[in-house]
């Protein structure tokens, strides 16, 4: 028995259909995965410039620094978290009173103040501090009083071998808690080269939260 030719047509049209389906399927489910996978791409990217921005920022800008004892009492304390600026003397020079991060001996990073500058004979006397032969006034001084610490007679000669003057390039550091701190009284002068960068900032813990002051 002969089939009407609209039969075959509407079966070819029926064909038709079920093919361009598959077809817009199979190319729904291909821009799904292309799409998935510029999604995980991109995220890729995302955490390849972040984690790139953070090496930076700790290289080159800021880092985190953890204090280590008691050298810094009272200003500082055992455990504080402080954040480095290794910008500050990219652009400028220490000053007297930083607090500054510094690579010593035996591959440890100290935490000390600046009181000696280059070109500049330093003494303490009966507790005071002279530069070049004049008294100076640590801000500090009336702190470290009440926590009773003091500082033992002492000049730049005696950590020199017999040097009057810090040469260039070199900074005389010490500990705020000056009866137990290892400084240049025992380490000598430290050079600008082993500089990490000046500190301020307390960030943890929460209660110690502070920018320092002199």
């Not at 030719?5 to 509407?10: V, W």
């Not at 009966?126 to 610490?149: H, M, S, T």
Request: charged share 30%; proline share 4%.
């Amino acid at each position: 028995m002969d089939m009407p030719s609209s039969f075959f047509i509407s079966s070819s049209v029926k064909s038709l259909r079920r093919e361009k389906s598959h077809v817009e399927y199979k190319w729904r489910l291909l821009m799904t995965k292309v799409k998935e996978k510029n999604e995980w791409w991109e995220w890729t990217k995302a955490i390849l410039v972040a984690l790139a921005l953070v090496w930076i920022i700790k290289e080159f800008l800021f880092a985190p620094v953890v204090v280590d004892g008691e050298s810094m009492e009272p200003t500082l304390h055992n455990r504080d978290h402080m954040v480095v600026n290794k910008l500050a003397y990219r652009f400028g020079e220490p000053k007297r009173f930083d607090v500054v991060v510094f690579h010593a001996p035996l591959k440890k990073d100290f935490i000390k103040r600046v009181i000696g500058l280059p070109g500049e004979h330093i003494a303490y006397k009966d507790n005071q501090l002279y530069v070049n032969g004049k008294q100076v006034k640590e801000p500090f001084a009336d702190r470290l009083k009440k926590e009773g610490i003091w500082t033992n007679d002492f000049q730049l000669e005696d950590l020199t071998e017999g040097k009057n003057k810090i040469p260039e390039g070199y900074l005389l550091v010490l500990g705020d808690n000056r009866i137990n701190s290892t400084d240049s009284r025992t380490i000598g002068l430290v050079s600008l080269d082993k500089v990490v960068g000046r500190t301020s900032l307390i960030y943890w813990p929460v209660s110690r939260m502070q920018i320092l002051g002199e």
